[in-house]
């Protein structure tokens, strides 16, 4: 009887699992259906599983889009994804390190403000921001995309979490030999946190590529466009262009799986070693 009852409860999550996947899967099917179909396939009343003929074509006439640069736009959206997250991993980490491991008698205070800015909303900050960028002569630069959001006060938390629980004894050990605090960081500390940097790292690409707002107001020259912008392009109040924007959006969307399915291994362990759920 309680073999029964297990191999019902494993075929049940099976069943399940099964369902969650294909509807985790079915946006995927949409992008690719409609992206390599023409105008008429998708806008169809009758809906079929696959167009009469896939238009392979529309993936040439996307990078082929002279009123589009989606070509140059991915390249701008990669830029800004790798530098946003290895200056937010260094400075947040470094960050955390510092709170979590180098005594100073205003720590806590100091940790505290920066919790208290995950409590501002964005809107209060973005034109300030805005402004600051624009005096500076940063609006249609990648430095004005990148250096706004290099500082994140949750990676800043997650990293100090995850160093509050950092074994002392390498440390003691890396003193022991001479290494002050900055070198103990950069030999003992980094090489053993690979998990947790994985995993910041990972929410901080994901945030950086799909970041819209800010990139569409600093982004004003079609040269500084990144590729989300790039995608509202096919769809404005003069025309709706459907191929190329599904299309556009399959390839847009391949980035992300590949970082994913790349560093899935770590977030996991990162996220459950940080601390975060304490």
Not at 215 to 243: C, E, M, R, Y
Not at 250 to 258: F, G, I, T
């Amino acid at each position: 009887m309680h073999d029964a009852l297990a191999r019902l409860g494993r075929a049940l999550r099976l069943v399940l699992l099964s369902a969650l996947a294909v509807l985790f899967l079915v946006p995927f099917y949409l992008l690719l259906r409609n992206g390599l179909a023409d105008e008429a396939d998708i806008t169809a009343p009758d809906w079929t599983f696959f167009p009469r003929r896939l238009h392979w074509s529309n993936l040439r006439e996307l990078f082929s889009d002279p009123e589009v640069p989606m070509a140059h736009a991915l390249l701008n959206s990669a830029l800004i994804a790798v530098l946003t997250t290895a200056g937010t991993l260094l400075l947040a980490s470094l960050a955390g390190y510092g709170l979590a491991r180098i005594p100073y008698r205003h720590a806590n205070a100091v940790f505290y403000a920066i919790l208290g800015t995950l409590m501002v909303p964005a809107a209060v900050t973005f034109v300030p921001s805005f402004v600051l960028v624009s005096s500076l002569g940063w609006v249609s630069s990648l430095r004005g995309l990148i250096v706004p959001t290099l500082f994140s006060a949750f990676a800043c938390f997650v990293f100090r979490q995850y160093f509050l629980g950092f074994p002392q004894e390498l440390e003691d050990a890396a003193q022991v030999d001479g290494l002050g605090y900055w070198r103990t960081y950069w030999r003992v500390v980094v090489p053993n946190s690979r998990p947790v940097f994985a995993a910041v790292a990972t929410i901080v690409f994901i945030g950086a590529w799909n970041a819209f707002l800010w990139p569409l107001v600093i982004g004003q020259d079609q040269s500084a466009w990144t590729v989300q912008v790039a995608l509202s392009a096919f769809n404005t109040a003069q025309k709706v262009n459907l191929h190329e924007l599904f299309i556009a959006a399959a390839v847009s969307v391949l980035p992300l799986l590949l970082v994913f399915l790349l560093l899935q291994r770590y977030i996991v362990a990162g996220v459950e070693r940080s601390g975060i759920d304490d």
